[in-house]
T-cell receptor, first 109, second 116 residues
């Protein structure tokens, strides 16, 4: 079966760095997305990785290793507004999005 | 990025009535639209996938006669929750994709449905 694993919840301190991991087993791979979702709102796009390596975009970076079925989202200089759920989603061989359950990130002052 | 507009943002309805939710792609043609529901503190659950001009494909466990999906044009899909019950109260989100190999799906704002 297809499976996406990410931690349920993480806590970090304002100004710090946090890494949210995502491992996947899917039928085929056509890319991996990270989305941010605040409570009561729809997800918003953060990043898309299809090749191995690190993609940096401001305070957020995303890493992919296809051979390991592994990705992480790195958030630097954490701000209180970064408190949200972070969803990992993989595009499988049928171009369907397979979603992880999301990681709730709690930022403390 | 592309814009997907979902309407209404929130709706309260009486048990037994029907509610229609619209999802529009504003600046691109969406060959495929997806409907999700999300219960509090849970992940998105795919309900159905609809391609323009054809019947929607429903995920296992989703009642197609209760959740009617119409994708009549390349810019509009609707989800109608028929004979709504309190357990249908949820956050419903649509997303749209321009083409089969266009991997990114753009999300609507979501609709908070409360059935009383």
């Amino acid at each position: 079966g297809q499976n996406i694993d990410q931690p349920t919840e993480m806590t970090a301190t304002e100004g710090a760095i946090v890494q949210i991991n995502c491992t996947y087993q899917t039928s085929g791979f056509n890319g991996l997305f990270w989305y941010q979702q605040h409570a009561g709102e729809a997800p918003t796009f953060l990043s898309y990785n299809v090749l191995d390596g690190l993609e940096e975009k401001g305070r957020f970076s995303s890493f992919l290793s296809r051979s390991k079925g592994y990705s992480y989202l790195l958030l630097k200089e954490l701000q209180m507004k970064d408190s949200a759920s972070y969803l990992c989603a993989v595009v499988d061989s049928n171009y369907q999005l397979i979603w992880g359950a999301g990681t709730k990130l709690i930022i403390k002052p | 990025g592309a814009v997907v507009s979902q309407h209404p943002s929130w709706v309260i309805c009486k048990s037994g009535t029907s509610v229609k939710i619209e999802c529009r792609s504003l600046d691109f043609q969406a060959t495929t639209m997806f409907w999700y529901r999300q219960f509090p503190k849970q992940s998105l659950m795919l309900m159905a996938t609809s391609n323009e001009g054809s019947k929607a494909t429903y995920e296992q466990g989703v009642e197609k006669d209760k959740f009617l999906i119409n994708h009549a044009s390349l810019t509009l899909s609707t989800l109608t929750v028929t004979s709504a019950h309190p357990e249908d109260s949820s956050f419903y989100i649509c997303s749209a994709r321009a083409g089969l190999s266009d991997t990114e799906a753009f999300f609507g704002q979501g609709t908070r449905l409360t059935v009383v």
